[in-house]
């Protein structure tokens, strides 16, 4: 089985876009978000209308989450904050509905999906866990794979025999040991925070056990005048080049 897992799209429908023409080529079972389709980005309301077309699967991220519950709206930043509010007057009352209905966490293929740290967090970035943390979920967790988003950086978390490893997820195929438990996060489609604007995403091939890490090509200055379009913080915009 063939699974594509990707995470923060932000609003960015020219990442998305290309992301969905790219996936063509490999035919995956099955495609998973795991959260933030909105915020930051100038394309909200059309990249939700498009995601639900295509069928995918998406778990809570706390940009969808600051949509239901203040006080996780709240606990933004102020720039962060205000950009939620007015994503949030961007939906339609069908997309708003849409986003407040995600479960934070979901199983499939014997992994968990989950915006943050897992298996249930929205908020808690994994890059920020401590090793003592991490040592307590492998020990606990009876899920070997664990895919994650939230922090758009692409990571390979795995615990062996007792011994932590963090490393960071390059381009390309990757192998997964039985033995092994893992933490996986996929990065950003639309907000990457890597110093490389291309939209990733990865291949899980549950047969094989093993990572594919795309990257894929877009048109971001397009995505980058629409935020400047839209009155958003030019960080916004300069954080995707």
């Not at 890059?127 to 692409?154: C, P, Y």
Request: glycine content about 8%; charged content about 20%; aromatic content about 10%.
């Amino acid at each position: 089985m063939l699974v594509a897992i990707f995470s923060d799209i932000h609003g960015n429908l020219e990442a998305f876009q290309a992301v969905i023409k790219d996936l063509q080529k490999y035919q995956p079972d099955t495609v998973i978000c795991l959260g933030d389709l909105i915020g930051y980005g100038p394309n909200p309301e059309e990249v939700i209308t498009l995601f639900r077309k295509q069928d995918y699967k998406t778990v809570l991220g706390n940009h969808e989450a600051a949509l239901q519950n203040h006080k996780i709206l709240n606990s933004l930043n102020f720039q962060a904050k205000e950009n939620a509010i007015a994503t949030a007057n961007m939906l339609s009352a069908e997309s708003i509905g849409y986003c407040r209905s995600l479960s934070k966490n979901l199983l499939y293929g014997g992994a968990l999906y989950v915006h943050g740290f897992p298996p249930s967090s929205v908020m808690k970035y994994v890059t920020m866990a401590t090793d003592e943390r991490f040592a307590s979920f492998f020990t606990k967790s009876k899920q070997r794979i664990n895919f994650v988003g939230h922090s758009h950086d692409l990571l390979i978390i795995s615990w062996k025999n007792g011994k932590l490893i963090k490393e960071k997820l390059a381009k390309g195929g990757h192998t997964l040991e039985n033995n092994t438990k893992y933490i996986i996060n996929v990065g950003s489609v639309g907000q990457p925070r890597d110093g490389n604007y291309c939209a990733k995403y990865v291949l899980w091939d549950t047969d094989a056990n093993s990572l594919m890490v795309n990257y894929v090509d877009y048109d971001v200055q397009t995505t980058v005048k629409k935020i400047q379009d839209c009155g958003f913080p030019e960080t916004y915009g300069k954080r995707l080049y």
